[in-house]
């Protein structure tokens, strides 16, 4: 058997006369298990879609309206509530569409687009996340040189860095790699998106190869950004710590708190998907916990840094008025 790589677009397969026929698509399954739900999860997720669209827009307008939120912290979360649109852009509005069609064709050029994106745009938040982490480090233990050390350019340039580096650097790395694969059978994706480890069972290299580019590709774009951001909040925590009073721990800390719900929020179920072997080879796990970073945590991000926030609050009084 011939075998052609996902960067040719060809898929081959002897037939019963030993005449090769090229296929130049993919099958999404999807939840193909809840056929009879599919209206109600439609329903359901395009819901959740409306409001994770107008939630994070609604952030933007109001830090790129309201001049007491135009600090360092609030111009990174208006960064933030961009990319998570972006982020549940790529892959919901298909979803919903495949969830009312019986055709789940994808192409494999879309195929391909779809992954660089969802690769691009999730390292592009590891990045912005430990950005972020950084930013409330400086705030919390260097206050009288925050506003020397993270100035307008200073902003800038790391929002440019991690859009680059999210682009460049990490998709560009996993494209490589998932081009280099070599498909030899079926084309039907377990999963209701273009993901890494569903084409990966569709392949037949060496997988021994393949994990440690998985693996390294991981370490690449996850460990570093999440390392300053665990090094940041252990120093937060050690400032935090030797403040004698409770209210003024409790104060201090409160700047931070939503930051390190999105990190866990994210970071919990990236690690449960990419880095717990089981979790991955279960397609309704995969799905699951692909579900809450895909749709959940881009919807509970703008409620999350609303709720508590007094000054995010002050400035949606006045946009009302």
């Known amino acids: 058997m011939e075998k052609l790589t996902l960067s040719q677009e060809l898929l081959t397969y002897m037939g019963p006369r030993n005449t090769t026929m090229m296929v130049t698509e993919f099958i999404i399954l999807g939840f193909g298990d809840l056929k009879e739900l599919g209206p109600l999860l439609f329903l359901v ?3 959740v879609y409306l409001a994770t669209i107008s939630g994070n827009f ?3 307008v ?3 309206t309201q001049r007491g939120l135009q600090t360092p912290m609030y111009f990174f979360l208006a960064n933030l509530s961009c990319l998570e649109v972006c982020y549940t852009s790529n892959v919901v509005p298909r979803m919903l569409v495949d969830l009312l ?3 789940r064709v994808i192409s494999m050029v879309a195929c ?4 660089y994106f969802f690769g691009a745009l999730g390292s592009t938040e590891c ?3 430990a950005v972020m982490s950084y930013d409330r480090y400086l705030a919390v233990c260097r206050p009288l040189h ?7 350019t200073i902003c800038v340039g790391l929002v440019i860095g991690s859009w680059v580096s999210g682009f460049t650097v990490a998709a560009a790395f996993q494209v490589a790699m998932v081009s280099s694969f070599t498909f030899c059978g079926g084309n039907e994706i377990d999963h209701f998106f273009c993901d890494l480890k569903p084409l990966q069972k569709l392949s037949c290299s060496d997988p021994h190869l393949v994990n440690l580019v998985c693996v390294s590709l991981t370490a690449l774009v996850t460990l570093a950004p999440f390392g300053l951001t665990l090094a940041s909040y252990w120093r937060i925590l ?3 710590l030797r403040i004698p009073s409770m209210t003024g721990r409790q104060k201090v800390f409160s700047t931070c708190s939503s930051h390190l719900v999105v990190v866990t929020l994210f970071y919990g179920t990236l690690i449960l998907v990419y880095a717990v072997p089981f979790a991955g080879e279960v397609p309704v796990l995969n799905k699951i916990f692909s579900l809450l970073y895909t749709v959940v945590t881009p919807m509970c991000n703008p409620l999350i840094y609303s709720l508590k926030n007094k000054d995010v609050k002050e400035a949606l009084k006045k946009l009302r008025i």
Do not use: A, D, K
């Not at 391909?112 to 992954?115: F, H, P």
């Open 62 to 64: 109001l830090v790129s």
């Open 58 to 60: 609604l952030l933007m």
């Open 112 to 115: 391909i687009i779809q992954l």
């Open 238 to 240: 050690s400032t935090v």
């Open 101 to 103: 069609r019986e055709n």
């Open 146 to 152: 925050y506003p020397t050390l993270m100035h307008g």
């Open 45 to 47: 997720f395009g819901i």
């Open 127 to 129: 990045y912005l996340l």
